[in-house]
């Protein structure tokens, strides 16, 4: 019965550090556009009106979301994230259409 109780324990401490990794570390706003950061070194930048950014032009709404960097979060993620197997209807549309 124990080693269910650790695995519970392993899995709360994981989540709590995946949690803590998803806290906002920055939260930045100039020349229509936000741009959030985040411990686990990703980001997320809305455009607010339409604007250049390195060079590139975007229009109000855009998003561009950067990918987390640090390794041990990127762990974590891999190791509790759902592996989600494909629907029957994806089964069938791809042996349908495939």
């Known amino acids: 019965m124990s080693q269910y109780t650790e695995y519970i324990k392993e899995a709360a401490r994981d ?53 987390p960097t640090d390794s041990y979060y990127i762990s974590l993620k891999n190791k509790w994230e759902p592996k989600q197997k494909p629907g029957i209807f994806k089964k069938l549309f791809a042996k349908l259409f495939g």
Do not use: M, W
């Open 15 to 67: 989540f709590e550090e995946i949690e803590r990794f998803e806290t906002v570390s920055c939260l930045y706003a100039q020349d229509g556009r936000i741009e959030t950061r985040y411990i686990h070194g990703g980001s997320i930048i809305q455009f607010t009106r339409d604007t250049t950014y390195n060079g590139d032009a975007y229009f109000k709404g855009d998003v561009i979301e950067e990918p």
